[in-house]
T-cell receptor, first 114, second 112 residues
Framework: DSGVTQTPKHLITATGQRVTLRCSPRSGDLSVYWYQQSLDQGLQFLIQYYNGEERAKGNILERFSAQQFPDLHSELNLSSLELGDSALYFC?????????????FGSGTRLTVV | GEDVEQSLFLSVREGDSSVINCTYTDSSSTYLYWYKQEPGAGLQLLTYIFSNMDMKQDQRLTVLLNKKDKHLSLRIADTQTGDSAIYFCAESTAGGYNKLIFGAGTRLAVHP
C-alpha cells in the first residue's frame, strides 16, 4: 500500500456520460497530480494541485476538470466521455520538495468507455 | 522543450545484467527518476539521481547520468524474473514540486 488511495479501481461507463475519480493523497502530502496512461500515448500529465490551488496544467481536455478539497483529497471529473478516454488514470502525491524526490502513485482507476 | 525517450523493449536472461537507457531534452532538469510498473499496479519509485551526480548505486541498481549527452541509464545486476515490469524514466525541473515528464516506458522481460 503506497498510501495514495484511488477509487474506484474500475469503472465502465457509456459514451457521453460523466464520471468522477477520487484520490486521497499520502498523509502529509500537499500536492496531488493526475496522470492518464493509455496504450498509444503513454503516461500523460493532466494537472497538479498544491494545497487546494491549481499549480500546473498539462494536456488536459476541456471536458475534464479537477479540484482539491480542504482535506487535500482530489477529484478528477471527466464529462462527455468518448471511447478514446478509456485509460488508466493515476493520482500521485508529494510534499514538494521532499528529500527523496519524486511522487508516490496510487494504483490507478481503470476507466472503460463503451 | 521537454521530452524523454526510451527504447520500448528489453529481453534478458535470468542472472544477467539489464541496462535500460533514457535520453531527455530539458537541460534544466534537476532530478531524474526511475519508476517500475508491474502489471495492474501503479508506478513505484525505484531510485532517483540529482543532476550534479554522475552515479548512484542502491543494492542491485546502478544509475549513471551523462549530463553532457542528457543520457540516463539504469543497470539491474543479477536480473530476476521478479524484475519483469515496465520501467519509466522521468525528469523534473525542481524535485517533486513540478510535474514529472515520463518516457514511454521500457518493457523488461526476464527469461530463464
Amino acid at each position: 500500500d503506497s498510501g495514495v488511495t484511488q477509487t474506484p479501481k474500475h469503472l465502465i461507463t457509456a459514451t457521453g456520460q460523466r464520471v468522477t475519480l477520487r484520490c486521497s493523497p499520502r498523509s502529509g502530502d500537499l500536492s496531488v497530480y493526475w496522470y492518464q496512461q493509455s496504450l498509444d500515448q503513454g503516461l500523460q500529465f493532466l494537472i497538479q494541485y498544491y494545497n487546494g490551488e491549481e499549480r500546473a496544467k498539462g494536456n488536459i481536455l476541456e471536458r475534464f476538470s479537477a479540484q482539491q478539497f480542504p482535506d487535500l483529497h482530489s477529484e478528477l471529473n471527466l464529462s462527455s466521455l468518448e471511447l478514446g478516454d478509456s485509460a488508466l488514470y493515476f493520482c500521485a502525491s508529494s510534499v514538494p520538495p521532499d528529500e527523496k524526490g519524486g511522487y508516490t502513485f496510487g494504483s490507478g482507476t481503470r476507466l472503460t468507455v463503451v | 522543450g521537454e521530452d524523454v525517450e526510451q527504447s520500448l523493449f528489453l529481453s534478458v536472461r535470468e542472472g544477467d545484467s539489464s541496462v535500460i537507457n533514457c535520453t531527455y531534452t530539458d537541460s534544466s532538469s534537476t532530478y531524474l527518476y526511475w519508476y517500475k510498473q508491474e502489471p495492474g499496479a501503479g508506478l513505484q519509485l525505484l531510485t532517483y539521481i540529482f543532476s550534479n551526480m554522475d552515479m548512484k548505486q542502491d543494492q542491485r541498481l546502478t544509475v549513471l547520468l551523462n549530463k553532457k549527452d542528457k543520457h540516463l541509464s539504469l543497470r539491474i545486476a543479477d536480473t530476476q524474473t521478479g524484475d519483469s515490469a515496465i520501467y519509466f524514466c522521468a525528469e523534473s525541473t525542481a524535485g517533486g514540486y513540478n510535474k514529472l515528464i515520463f518516457g514511454a516506458g521500457t518493457r523488461l522481460a526476464v527469461h530463464p
